[in-house]
């Protein structure tokens, strides 16, 4: 049976999880469940329907029908659902959208806790499990109670005595921000890893566990969450997710956010956190094929009014500001949320492994068939110029009028809609297969099961009962499972059945190497890419090495790729050779690149050689400029030394691949803030690459020349510097370069190109340079021109002064006798300067801005008048010419 359970992160229609359920006693038929509502009666675009209008108004594909389980008064504002080990129905009723309550007043939301008592199929008992639980948007099954999402904490509620009704509420975790509804955390799954993985919308939060006090916290901004709570175990997970996540059989993690419907998450965010100078872009992919950003739909009913009202104001104000950008108000993806993977086994096959996402806005449900496409997949649209569910309802999942983030919405029009409106209703229903694959028993009770029948419900084609098995051996460990565990991953036929063994497994710490180098020599392609993430604890364990080694030809592009992640682990020269191999039939992928470069953080100059080595030079230029960041990085002299030696690659023959490599260098010596670095030979070499026809190769010797100390090139960094036959990006560079000379040298240099009044990438360079000297001299020097700078020197030399306290009385004089502009020196500044330790300081700046403020206000005062008049664009052209165009074109 395949019940998704509304998945809610901003209250958003369908947001379903299928749970693949294949026997339950509240349903009479297999069935997917889904959470509708329809705008109230106040609403001028259609009236309130009851449950039984509202189901006739949803058109679904020709294989389903819906049926209605469940409404108000039994529920009220759902926006997830769960079933448990022994088939319990745990609603989540989000009465605190859209707003928190008021200080002091407890929470409105709840958990609450449905059966059938009649055995006919419907819901038709409610008991409230768990009461005052803030914006509570996600519940999951663990350890006979449930983990809960409810800002900003990750809970633990516990029914002991057997009355429905909780008895035991446990802080996990707490940090998340109490942000709008659509940015809260919310969806806990749990992975076949036995991770279990929290959405967070990559908001910021530092979180902490109150048993685990002396844990750091877990910095989750960019990021989702994801936890092991028998392990005491918490990190950032890869995202981030906005409004639902879902896995396939074979754990691959699919994630939503409001535009786009459907991404993968290709990057596991541990890869990334052992190799933090990795430069990676994104660890997620859209993978529609029918449109990337957002995607067309079909729907049935038109917007909303309000929304109507919002897109053409938003229109105006992008045509008034000639943005040359469309505000879409229907047929393309605004609302996607609750990406559920059919992982049941009663729907006719073709659904098997779909992906399901709804949209609140279009008051639909969408539908892909998901394709393996190298490491990623791509998802395929079925339905042409249609969905696979579709109402003229104004349907959602919790029965509100305005589903929406309040600050989404123009004042003018949200001061006329009341949020509040169809709070007092709500629906469930299921969409159920015409003709079902199989009948099932409707109770399973997994929960009363033995050890040795949830060990052989692993073997079920069902998702929803391999995994709430495994769930439960892991919950349990008991160790009478392991041998029999080891049986089903070596002898079983079912391949699913193996990798859910394995897994569960390593959740009793019962994996040992002799089961991880049979697994890497599966005939199954995703046991052996799972094989390679079991094995990366058993490095050093004879023949886990070799075993995995062996699969660098892998045909199956997830296994090599994987292994790609996992050699990183391995502490072996064997891993490194493997790395070279794929380097040479896999870098020209990106997402290989990533993978690759994780597992080179401390031996990315090891590799470079060996690979030389080993492999006539065809390195890919990304991969290499990546690769020569993490040795200059690293700012070993004698990896460095060794690297401006490659012939291979350093020589004119090959200008691309020199530059990408020079300026990987020099960005990594940037990054480790080094400079003076004593390099033998560096500047011979460099001299070298200045003599190179490439202009780019030339630039990006300056770039290294920068952070090294090269006397010697000081005279013909000089010489480029003021020359005006050299490139403007050239010269720029030659004068951050000075930066390796003597400042008696360098500093008349500098102070002839400032005074030149020269093009702002040039002014900016010689501010910088001129600034990172240390010496009495330079702050008089650095003003001496302020008049002539740009905004982004003027922002430099500001943050010159303040970096060095003997610096800041010049500044503050010079903003006294207004030699320098009170507007440059931002807030931020102003703040620090006024509260400065130095108490003669901050009385000074406090002096200094707040008279000075009041003299603006003035300023203002009497400019006011020309808000009255009208503007004369050719004029206006004529004075951003003279005044703004130099830095603002």
């Known amino acids: 049976m395949l019940i998704p ?56 594909n020709g294989d389903f029908h819906v049926e209605l389980c469940a409404s108000e008064p039994l529920v009220f504002d759902p926006v997830e659902m769960v079933f448990d080990e022994n088939v319990k129905v745990y609603v989540c009723e989000m009465l605190d959208y859209r707003d928190d309550p008021p200080q002091g007043e407890q929470a409105r939301s709840r958990i609450v806790l449905l059966e059938d008592t009649d055995g006919d199929g419907k819901l038709d008992k409610r008991t409230v499990f768990a009461d005052h639980v803030l914006e509570v948007s996600g519940i999951m099954p663990w350890k006979g109670g449930l983990i809960v999402t409810s800002a900003p904490d990750i809970l633990y509620f516990k029914d002991t005595d057997g009355d429905g009704k909780a008895d035991v509420r446990q802080v996990l975790y707490t940090g998340f921000p109490k942000v709008n509804p659509e940015a809260r955390v919310t969806n806990p799954r749990m992975g076949i890893d036995n991770w279990i993985y929290v959405a967070n919308d990559g908001s910021n939060g530092r979180i902490t566990s109150p048993d685990h006090p002396e844990q750091p916290a877990v910095l989750v901004r960019g990021a989702d969450f994801r936890f092991q709570p028998g392990r005491g175990l918490a990190e950032p997970a890869s995202g981030p997710t906005q409004f639902g996540m879902s896995f396939d059989d074979w754990g691959n993690r699919f994630i939503s956010q409001n535009t786009i419907h459907i991404r993968q998450v290709v990057v596991p965010m541990q890869y990334l956190i052992r190799a933090p100078l990795v430069e990676v872009s994104e660890v997620s992919q859209d993978i529609s094929d029918h449109g990337v950003g957002t995607a067309r739909m079909y729907p049935l009913t038109k917007p909303q009014a309000w929304r109507q009202q919002r897109t053409k104001l938003r229109q105006q104000r992008y045509d008034e500001n000639k943005l040359n950008r469309v505000e879409q108000l229907s047929g393309w993806f605004t609302a996607a949320t609750g990406d559920t993977v059919y992982s049941g086994d009663v729907f006719p096959k073709p659904y098997w492994g779909n992906a399901f996402t709804g949209d609140v806005s279009a008051n ?12 990623t997949f791509v998802a395929h649209r079925t339905e042409e110029n249609a969905e696979f569910l579709a109402s003229t309802d104004y349907i959602t999942d919790i029965y509100r009028e305005f589903i929406e983030t309040p600050e989404s919405i123009p004042e003018q029009i949200k001061k006329k809609m009341d949020f509040w409106s169809g709070v007092d209703k709500g629906r469930i229903y299921r969409i159920v297969p015409n003709h079902p694959l199989r009948q099932r028993d409707l109770k399973p009770d997994l929960g009363k099961a033995t050890t040795a029948e949830l060990v052989e419900q692993l073997s079920s084609t069902n998702g929803w ?18 041998p029999l565990l080891r049986v089903l991953a070596q002898k079983s036929d079912f391949p699913q059945a193996r990798l859910h063994a394995l897994w569960t497994l390593e959740g009793l710490s019962a994996l040992d190497p002799q089961m991880v180098v049979a697994a890497l020599r599966d005939a199954h392609p995703r046991i052996r890419e799972h094989a390679l993430r079991l094995g990366e604890p058993f490095g050093a364990a004879p023949g886990v090495i070799s075993a995995a080694v062996a699969l660098r030809n892998d045909p199956e592009p997830r296994v090599a790729f994987q292994l790609a992640f996992t050699l990183g682990e391995f ?41 030389l080595s080993r492999n006539k030079f065809q390195l890919n ?8 960041t993490l040795i200059g990085a690293k700012h070993d002299v004698n990896e460095i030394r060794r690297f401006l030696s490659v012939e291979e690659v350093l020589v004119p023959q090959h200008p691309h691949e020199s530059a990408a490599a020079l300026f990987g260098l020099a960005k990594g010596l940037r990054l480790a803030g080094v400079h003076d670095l004593s ?92 600034a990172a000297f240390n010496d009495p001299s330079v702050a008089p020097a650095l003003l001496a021109n302020w008049k002539t700078y740009n ?18 009385p010049v500044l503050l004089k010079a903003v006294e006798d207004q030699q320098v502009e009170l507007a440059a020196v931002d807030i931020a500044a102003r703040s620090r300067l006024m509260d400065d330790a130095d108490l003669s300081i901050a009385r000074r700046a406090r002096r200094v801005f707040q008279d000075q403020s009041s003299d603006r206000a003035k300023v203002v005062e009497g400019y006011r008048d020309a808000l009255k008049m009208s503007g004369d664009e050719g004029r206006g052209k004529q004075v951003f010419d003279k005044n703004c165009a130099r830095c603002h074109m």
């Open 679 to 770: 390099v033998g030979g560096a500047e011979l070499k460099l001299a070298g690459f200045l003599n190179q026809p490439s202009e780019s190769v030339q630039k990006a010797a300056w770039e290294i020349a920068e952070h090294l100390q090269l006397y010697g090139l000081v005279q013909r960094a000089s010489r480029d510097a003021i020359s005006a036959q050299v490139p403007m990006a050239n010269r720029a560079a030659a004068v951050r370069a000075l930066r390796s000379g003597q400042l008696t040298v360098v500093k008349p240099v500098l102070e002839q190109i400032l005074a030149s009044s020269p093009p702002p990438e040039l002014q900016t360079a010689a501010v910088q340079c001129l």
């Open 571 to 611: 502490k072996d020269p064997r891993a490194l050779v493997a790395l070279t191999d794929l380097a040479r039939d896999r870098a020209g992928d990106p997402w290989f690149r990533v993978a690759l470069l994780s597992s080179l953080n401390d031996s990315a100059s090891d590799f470079l050689h060996l690979y």
């Open 621 to 628: 230029p990304l991969f290499l400029n990546q690769l020569a």
């Open 364 to 375: 639909l449900v969408h539908r892909d068939v998901l394709l393996p496409d190298g490491v």
């Open 5 to 60: 359970a509304c998945d809610n992160r901003s209250q958003r229609m369908f947001q379903a999880r299928l749970l693949g359920l294949t026997r339950c006693a509240i349903f009479a038929v297999v069935s997917t469940v889904i959470f509708l509502v329809s705008c109230s009666s106040k609403h001028p675009d259609a009236p309130s329907l009851s449950p039984e209008e509202s189901l006739k108004s949803i058109h679904v």
């Open 791 to 808: 905004p982004e020197a003027r922002k430099e030399v500001v943050a010159a002064f303040l970096n060095q306290r003997e610096r800041v």
């Open 465 to 482: 009962h391999r995994q709430t098995a495994q769930r439960l051996l892991v919950e349990r460990q008991d160790k009478a499972a392991v």
